[in-house]
């Protein structure tokens, strides 16, 4: 399986900051690498999909770049619903896999 | 509105068996692949299984292979996921989700529910 590394673990933030979270693939996967952010106690949620693209919904303070082996995720101004934890997902090849995580919270 | 609502969780002993249900509303099972994807407490996700919309393509996690089942009841427009041989590490929320944006080998998820917690303890 491919492995998803995500760094940081933790980020301390205020709302208004942007904030940038990276995501390394074990391999090259190309552009297929998704963001998701979690709610505690909800599903995640699909924010960017194709490394770059936003999903239907989503504000625009979100952006991805990357391809190959390295992703990052930015939020340009964070606001109070963002306080979460955001995974990143290759699908590239099966089986998906996905980050450890990165819990964005208040500082 | 489309959703899904997931249950039959609940506690179980190491070695007994579970079934899960997925039931959707505002669209119809069969007309996407879909997916259990697992989160143990406190930790991240795990893709476990999916089913092709025709059926006919079913794939397990190599950690859940022989021991877990999925299927889908039409009439019902009910997703399942039959858990044998219950191991303590199984112990996890459970999503059904819809593939949507694919590679053409693999995709993104759809969450349209909220999960049922699965707790496998002695």
């Known amino acids: 399986d491919i492995q998803m590394t995500q760094s940081p673990s933790t980020l301390s933030a205020s709302v208004g900051d942007r904030v940038t979270i990276t995501c390394r693939a074990s391999?090259?996967?190309?552009?297929?690498l998704a963001w998701y952010r979690q709610k505690p106690g909800k599903a995640p949620k699909l924010l960017i999909y194709?490394?770059?693209t936003l999903e239907s919904g989503v504000p625009s303070r979100f952006s991805g770049t990357g391809s190959g082996t390295e992703f990052t995720l930015t939020v340009s101004s964070l606001q109070p619903d963002d306080f979460a934890t955001y995974y990143c997902?290759?699908?590239?090849?099966?089986?998906?896999?996905f980050g450890g995580g990165t819990k964005v919270e208040v500082k | 509105q489309v959703q899904v609502v997931e249950s039959g969780g609940g506690v179980v002993q190491p070695g007994t068996s579970l079934k899960l249900s997925c039931e959707a509303s505002?669209?119809?099972?069969?007309?996407?692949?879909m997916h259990w994807v697992r989160q143990a407490p406190g930790k991240g996700l795990e893709w476990v299984s999916l089913?092709?919309?025709?059926?006919?393509?079913?794939h397990y996690a190599e950690s859940v292979k022989g021991r877990f089942t999925i299927s889908r009841d039409d009439f019902k427009n009910t997703l399942y996921l039959q858990m044998d041989s219950l191991r303590t590490e199984d112990a996890a929320m459970y999503y059904c989700a819809v593939e949507n944006h694919s590679s053409g080998r693999c995709a993104t998820f759809d969450y349209r529910g909220q999960g049922t917690l699965v707790t496998v303890s002695s």
């Open positions: 089913m092709s919309h025709d059926g006919s393509n079913k």
């Open positions: 194709e490394a770059s």
């Open positions: 391999q090259s996967i190309s552009h297929w």
């Open positions: 505002g669209f119809t099972l069969n007309s996407y692949v």
């Open positions: 997902q290759q699908y590239d090849v099966y089986s998906p896999t």
